[in-house]
């Protein structure tokens, strides 16, 4: 992911109201992870599993925090028992952003099968989610995907491709 998306992320992510972020470290999303380090607005809890992040995040909601989630999307399906018990069933919003790899022109052919059950894993759960690939949709994205988790008491999620990665 190149530094200038990094920080735009990052900058929507303040703009939305987000103001605690959990992270699990992954070279793909690494500059996004430094930025939110170096953010003194934003509270950055690093985790060592992507089901520990979701259960952070669920309890600062509880304390009055407005969290968001940041894994690829292998972790995300690793979470997906954590999201539907502590946030799904009791209705606490989770914004997560989620690094998409296994797509087109992937080296690691064993990603492609992580790839392929991202987006049916998001509908099973009934999980709105938006694809961002272009650099212009990340602001508009991550506002419109905060305001429908937080009205809608619901984890809602932004898939990172590829193109919005680098």
């Known amino acids: 992911m ?5 920080a735009e992320i990052v900058d929507s992510l303040k703009e939305a109201g987000v103001d605690l972020v959990a992270s699990m470290t992954e070279a793909n999303l690494h500059d996004l992870i430094v930025a939110l380090g170096e953010d003194p607005a934003i509270h950055h809890v690093p985790v060592t599993r992507e089901e520990e992040g979701i259960g952070i995040c669920a309890g600062a909601y509880l304390g009055g925090k407005k969290p968001a989630m940041v894994m690829m999307n292998a972790g995300f399906l690793l979470s997906a028992n ?13 914004l997560m952003l ?5 797509g087109v022109g992937e080296e690691n052919a064993g990603h492609g099968t992580v790839g392929t059950l991202t987006e049916p894993v998001l509908q099973a759960m009934h999980i709105v989610y938006e694809k961002v690939g272009r650099f212009e949709d990340i602001r508009p994205t991550i506002r419109d ?8 008491r619901r984890p809602t999620a932004i898939v990172l491709n590829k193109q919005a990665q680098r």
């Open 2 to 6: 190149k530094r200038e998306v990094a």
């Open 82 to 94: 954590a999201l539907a018990t502590v946030c799904i069933h009791p209705g606490i919003p989770v």
């Open 98 to 102: 989620i690094g998409h790899s296994g």
């Open 145 to 152: 995907s905060q305001m429908l988790a937080r009205s809608s």
